[in-house]
């Protein structure tokens, strides 16, 4: 098997894997980008983003990621649908390799590979994903037209889902373990001027209730120890994400939350040559335009580090 070689390896295809594509590209470094199971990340499963920079009238998030992606190849990068399955950080060149089959070396690699959203874990949960159960409002929920549907969380990401599933659905309950939402006060203004979102406080999900046809409802216990059955058709979770870390994790130093853990103000990783960017190294913000500050910020110090001067 003939071993491709490369100076710069982009692994992941959000904002931040972008933007150190189009850095790098303008630095003649030749990049090579593997978009990885979700072309475009996340961003392709939200509606429109209203507060990234320079888009005045908002845009939606498809289309950014497709202006992005235009821009990185305009300005030369490799762009490659793939998935990275497997990498060696133990020596340099480093060695990744590519749907099982494709070998690469490679003088240095930027990991920019998002984060995934969580479920609960029951069982019933799982039996019914794909079937009522989803992670994705914006990609999910035009298949419940005129239904009832239930949102599980309380933060930004459950606001802005309940309030594009108002928009199709008969009914949306927002089910909130704590008696209070954690969104920013904007969202939360606009859940509740919503007049089909219900907001059901101190209520956590025991089970999904559902048939061959898919979901028919769920359990609902309080923390009073009530419980309630709601009926519902789509089932729709919103309870943050878990950092894409399982191709690394056995080279890359994580932090407390499973991260990838920098050199703070860096993109720097424990491994000399391999950078982190997105929302693969953050918990905090993991918003469009940090996750593209964060793909600049690993394009220019692994310029350096080629350079020899970083
Ligand atoms: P968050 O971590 O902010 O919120 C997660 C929510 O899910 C919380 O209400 C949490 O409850 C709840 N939750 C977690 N685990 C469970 C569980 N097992 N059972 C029931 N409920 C659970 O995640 P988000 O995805 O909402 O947001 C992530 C970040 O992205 C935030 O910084 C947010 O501000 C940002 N964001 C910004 C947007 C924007 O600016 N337009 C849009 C979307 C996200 P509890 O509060 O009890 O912990």
Same mark, same amino acid.
């Given at each position: 098997m003939t071993i491709e070689k490369v100076r710069v390896l982009i692994i992941g295809s959000g904002p931040a894997g972008y933007t150190a594509a189009i850095y790098l590209s303008r630095a003649n470094l030749a990049p090579v980008l593997y978009q990885g199971i979700?072309?475009?990340?996340?961003?392709?499963?939200?509606?429109?983003?209203?507060?990234?920079?320079?888009y005045p009238s908002g845009v939606s998030g498809t289309q950014m990621m497709e202006d992005l992606r235009m821009q990185a190849e305009r300005l030369g990068t490799d762009i490659r649908l793939g998935i990275v399955s497997k990498v060696d &950080?133990?020596? #340099?060149p480093f060695r990744i390799v590519v749907d099982d089959v494709h070998e690469i070396s490679a003088d240095s690699v930027i990991v920019a590979t998002g984060a995934s959203a969580k479920y609960l874990g029951l069982e019933s949960e799982y039996r019914f994903r794909g079937m009522g159960v989803s992670a994705c409002a914006t990609c999910?929920? &035009?298949?419940? #037209?005129k239904k009832d549907v239930a949102v599980v969380g309380g933060g930004d990401t459950a606001c802005e889902e309940a309030s594009y599933l108002a928009t199709l659905c008969r009914k949306v309950y927002m089910i909130v373990?704590?008696?209070?939402?954690?969104?920013s006060q904007a969202m939360q203004d606009r859940v509740r001027k919503t007049p089909n979102i219900e907001i059901l406080f101190e209520y956590n999900t025991t089970e999904v209730l559902g048939n061959d046809d898919g979901v028919t409802g769920v359990l609902i216990t309080k923390t009073d120890g009530t419980t309630r059955r709601l009926p519902i058709d789509g089932f729709f979770l919103a309870i943050g994400h878990r950092p894409n870390t399982e191709l690394v994790k056995d080279y890359i130093t994580l932090d407390s939350e499973g991260y990838i853990a920098t050199v703070p103000g860096t993109?720097?990783?424990?491994?000399?040559?391999v950078f982190a960017a997105g929302d693969v190294k953050d918990p905090?913000?993991?918003?469009a335009i940090t996750a593209a500050g964060s793909g600049c910020i690993a394009a220019i110090d692994c310029e350096r580090y080629l350079l020899g001067i970083g």
């Open positions: 979700e072309p475009g990340g996340q961003l392709t499963t939200t509606t429109d983003i209203e507060n990234f920079p320079g &950080f133990a020596s #340099r999910d929920g &035009f298949f419940y #037209r373990r704590k008696d209070h939402l954690r969104a993109s720097k990783t424990n491994v000399e040559g905090h913000y993991r918003q």
